[in-house]
């Protein structure tokens, strides 16, 4: 549902619907709560709240922070990952000068294949599926590298230099789609803990009494405000591939222009 969420639905209207629908629900809850309970506006009860109330906000804060920096973490090892997987072609398509005509041709070739395709699969790639293409062009270009019959020490150097980096390049593009298949945002556990603690929090704000019902309704606002928005970015930032905090496919598609520069 929250992967539908990011992909199809524009960031800011998700955080827009988060604080209406919470701060609107928990609103009518509170008009409820006081027109149900008068009492509570007595503030009888606060002292009991007043040491609850800041038990729970910090543990819900702890556990909020823990949560979006772990998820923010996905997004920074995500951005690395394609970074070094475009760095690496760019720096395999340098030096190419050294082969003869047919390799260097053959190999500039693969790469901007190579290229051209793991761009094109970008969206599949996100959510951790490969298409045939983009594999069919890497293994093409192992074996351009692997026809190259060095003829000097200067070849022999270059081409084992490049063959290293072909293997760091494929590793890094297993790992991107390793990191989009696993990082899915929370599990379902963790979801009912995030909610179970916002309830918390908002909760007791509720029933915390306040004789001035328009100061009460701010406080609540506020509170359902702060909710709504650490609940977009758990949301927005469990997909390291996806929406609009994700990493980007641009190292790929430098590669592309990179190479598609006449010489």
Known sequence: ??????INVPSWLVLVGLVVGIAGGTAVVQALVRHRFPRLERGEHNEMAQFLFPVIAVVYGFLIGFIVLALWGQVNTADQTTRAEGALAAQMARGLEVLGGAERVRIRSGLL????AASAEWT???T????PGAETALNRLYGAYEAVRPRDDTQRAFLA???ASLRELSKARTERLLEARSNVGPPLSLWLVIFLTSGLVLGFSVIFGCRQARMHYGMVGAVSVLVAANLFLVVQLGYP?????ATSPEPLRAVVEVLSTPR
């Open 161 to 163: 230099s490049s063959l």
């Open 241 to 245: 591939f996806l929406g609009e905090f």
């Open 113 to 116: 294949e190579y290229g051209r």
């Open 124 to 126: 599949d790639a996100a």
């Open 1 to 6: 549902m929250t992967r539908w969420i990011v």
């Open 128 to 131: 951790g599926r490969a298409r």
